[in-house]
T-cell receptor, first 118, second 113 residues
């Protein structure tokens, strides 16, 4: 069964507007971590933001925030005030702590390609 | 900068030839990973290592082997390359502090003709 689902293969957003990239996950591990990565056209993988399953507050990093809804098993990435440089692939990933240990590998979704229009 | 380099960055090889990709890290990380990235699949784990000479298989390990004789180097070998192994290969390490996020090398684009 797919553990990380990103249902939006591609999205467009107008520059300076906010955009939400969807991510749902499936796990029976009570302890897990959720990550978002950005991959620009140059190809490198850039870590953006992390949310732990026991964190009480939604994570924020600058213009990035993670809308964590534990009961719905969703971890959507919100980018505020989009910039042209935000155009990239975005990957949601999960680490199951108990099944993989604190150093367990990441399970990735298939990604969402975001295009920011001027 | 997590100090991860990969070599080569690009390689074209013929079906049936052996290929070795190298991942080198400079910060003494214990855990290292090899992923492959293909369109429509995201990143999938091939093998990982949790110490010198300690390795284990990931989701898509068939046709690949790995070795780790030194902390800083993690080698991925395709014993007999096939066209289905045409992909972009990423090495990663685990950040021990904070959330334990993984940091990735720049990737190796491998084409098997």
């Amino acid at each position: 069964a797919q553990k990380i689902t990103q249902t939006q293969p591609g999205m467009f957003v107008q520059e300076k507007e906010a955009v939400t990239l969807d991510c749902t996950y499936d796990t029976s591990d009570p302890s897990y971590g959720l990550f978002w990565y950005k991959q620009p056209s140059s190809g490198e993988m850039i870590f953006l933001i992390y949310q732990g399953s026991y964190d009480q507050q939604n994570a924020t990093e600058g213009r990035y925030s993670l809308n964590f809804q534990k009961a719905r098993k969703s971890a959507n990435l919100v980018i505020s005030a989009s910039q042209l440089g935000d155009s990239a692939m975005y990957f949601c990933a999960m680490r199951e702590v108990n099944y993989g240990g604190s150093q367990g590998n990441l399970i990735f979704g298939k990604g969402t390609k975001l295009s920011v229009k001027p | 900068d997590a100090g991860i380099t990969q070599s080569p960055r690009h390689k074209v090889t013929e079906t049936g030839t052996p290929v070795t990709l190298r991942c080198h890290q400079t910060e003494n990380h214990r855990y290292m990973y090899w992923y492959r990235q293909d369109p429509g699949h995201g990143l999938r784990l091939i093998h990982y290592s949790y110490g010198v000479k300690d390795t284990d298989k990931g989701e898509v390990s068939d046709g690949y082997s790995v070795s780790r004789s030194k902390t800083e180097d993690f080698l991925l070998t395709l014993e007999s390359a096939t066209s289905s192994q045409t992909s972009v290969y990423f090495c990663a390490i685990n950040q021990l502090a904070g959330s334990g996020e993984q940091y990735f090398g720049p990737g190796t684009r491998l084409t098997v003709t």
